[in-house]
Structure formats: C-alpha cells, structure tokens
C-alpha cells in the first residue's frame, strides 16, 4: 500500500510539472486556436479537435461556461499560458493530491500533514500564474514606447492604424507583438477596432495601455492628427516607465523583505512540524492549548497586517 501511494504521488508529481513545461513552452494560445478555426491557418503538430477525449471537452466546456472558468481564462490569457481553464484545474487538483500525499508520507501519515501539503498545492498554481502575469505585464510596459515609435512613424510614412499595428506584430519582439498580431487579426475578422482595442487592454490590464487606447478611440470619433497625439503620449509613458523603474528599485527591499518576514514563520513552522512534531504539539497539548492557540493566533493576524503594511509601503503610485 506505502509502494502504491509513493508511486500515485510521483505520477502527480511528474503530471504537474509536465503540464508546467507544456504551458511554456506550447506553441499556440487559445485565442489563436479560435481564431485560425476561422482564418484556416495550417500549423505542424495541431491534433484534430475531434481526437480529443470527450472527459476533457466536456470539462472544458462546463469550466468556460461558468464565471469562475472566465476568470480562470482571462488570467491565463495574460500570463500566456497555452492551456484551458479545464485544463488548468486539473493541473490544480493534482498539484493538491500530490504534494498532499508527499506531505502525507512525510509527515508521519498524519491527517494534518496532508492537509498542510494540500494547502501548499492549492497555492503554488496560483502563484505561478500571477508570476507569469506580473512579468509579462512588465515586459510589455517595456517594449510599448519602442511599439508607438513605430506606429507614429507608420502613420506619418502614409500608413493606416490597421497597417501601423500589422507592422508592429511583425517587427517587435514577443510579448507585444503576440498581441498586435491578435488584434490584426480580430479586426480581419471583421471585428471593429474598438471592441478588438478593448480586448486587448482586458488581455493586458496596463494604465499605460489605456492611455494609447484612449487616444486611439477618441481620435477615430473627433479626428485630429494620432501621429502628433502618439508622440505626446511616447514621451509621457518613457517617463512614467523611467519613474516606475526608479520606484521598484528603490522599494524592492521593503517588498521583499515583507514578503520574507511573512513567509518566514509559516515556513518554519511547517519544517518544525515535519522534523521535531512533539515541539510543535506544545501548542496543542491539553495544558497548553489555550495558549497556544491565543499565541499562533496573534501571530497569524500580526503576520498578515505587516505584510499588508510593508506591501501598502512599497506600493507608489505614479
């Protein structure tokens, strides 16, 4: 029985990490499934949809339906994560499961121990795609300025908004090119730029985004020149990101070390509880236990309300 639940927590294991490695380095996103469905594009490698198991279309299909699977997409669509939401709680439940019977095995196979694992594999997925987004976010941020040089220069060589941003998604480098190619494409659908616009500020959720969005909306109702309006906005978002830049160097040490501070005593006690558990039952003794848990208690809401201090801290708005 031990050899069988070592072998099903391994298979989790090695399940979840395989689907990390899928989700980074998949070829195609969702949005580009749905879309070349309909511009009849050819790529190597794509399996026939109606080879798919009918469990995992059926998943999919209930998960999107839901609010929860919309949000789920939204928020793999801007780490740019090539799975379904379907997909990703499936990776969530084994990710749960496996490093619950890890912990389970670890800790003495105690009901406890698997439920601290559980409780650290329901987090990490969560964390990696908020990673995913954040670095993403900031990599687009990057590269926007170099995108409206190119598109005001586009404009004024005679080009139109809609060949301005073709030229964009194919010039530049990923991740802003990926999504002007989306945009090209919805619009080529026959999708007004707008509604395409707004898609793709709901992908890419970026005040600096909005700004030339903005921009682009209200030139397209009154007129006026968008090469001289890009321009103004080029100069104001290289000094906000010049700014920004300055801020997250000068604030990083108050973000990390909140960050350490917090996770630093639920980490250890967790090690304690798998290492030296008779230690950690002190808390939980029939003498002890009124104590103890007015103690782990404060600790916990003392915790959380540091955290949330150094974060609002390091947080500047700009």
Not at 291 to 313: E, N, Q
Request: hydrophobic share 50%; net charge neutral; aromatic share 6%.
């Amino acid at each position: 029985m031990i050899t069988l639940l070592i072998i099903g927590g391994g298979v989790a294991v090695v399940l979840f990490v395989v689907g990390i490695l899928m989700s980074v380095f998949g070829e195609r996103t969702l949005v580009d499934d749905r879309l070349n469905k309909y511009l009849e594009e050819e790529q190597k490698g794509d399996a026939d949809p109606e080879t798919r198991r009918a469990l995992t279309d059926w998943v999919n299909r209930r998960v999107e339906k839901s609010s929860f699977g919309d949000r789920i997409a939204r928020d793999l669509a801007r780490a740019d994560l090539k799975i379904k939401p379907g997909e990703y709680l499936a990776l969530y439940v084994i990710a749960i499961l496996g490093v619950s019977l890890i912990a389970y095995l670890a800790g003495g196979r105690l009901v406890l121990s698997a439920v601290i694992g559980a409780g650290i594999g329901a987090i990490l997925p969560g964390v990696y795609v908020r990673r995913q987004k954040s670095k993403r976010l900031v990599h687009f941020n990057d590269q926007l300025p170099d995108m409206l040089n190119l598109v005001v220069n586009g404009l004024r060589a005679g080009y139109s908004t809609l060949q301005a941003m073709e030229a964009v998604s194919k010039e530049l480098p990923s991740p802003i090119s990926d999504e002007f190619r989306r945009v090209v494409q919805e619009m080529q659908l026959g999708i007004p730029m707008e509604k395409a616009l707004d898609n793709l500020l709901r992908r890419i959720p970026s005040e600096d985004l909005d700004f030339v969005v903005t921009a682009i909306n209200v030139q397209r109702e009154v007129g006026g020149n968008l090469a001289e309006i890009m321009d103004v906005i080029t100069y104001t978002i290289r000094e906000r990101i010049r700014i920004k830049g300055e801020i997250r160097a000068l604030t990083a040490q108050a973000v990390y070390s909140g960050r350490a501070l917090a996770l630093m005593p639920v980490g250890l006690l967790c090690i304690l509880w798998f290492l030296n558990r008779s230690y950690v039952m002190e808390f939980f003794n029939k003498p002890n236990a009124l104590c103890g848990g007015i103690a782990l208690g404060l600790a916990g809401i003392l915790i959380i309300s540091g955290y949330f201090v150094m974060v609002r801290i390091g947080n500047v708005e700009v």
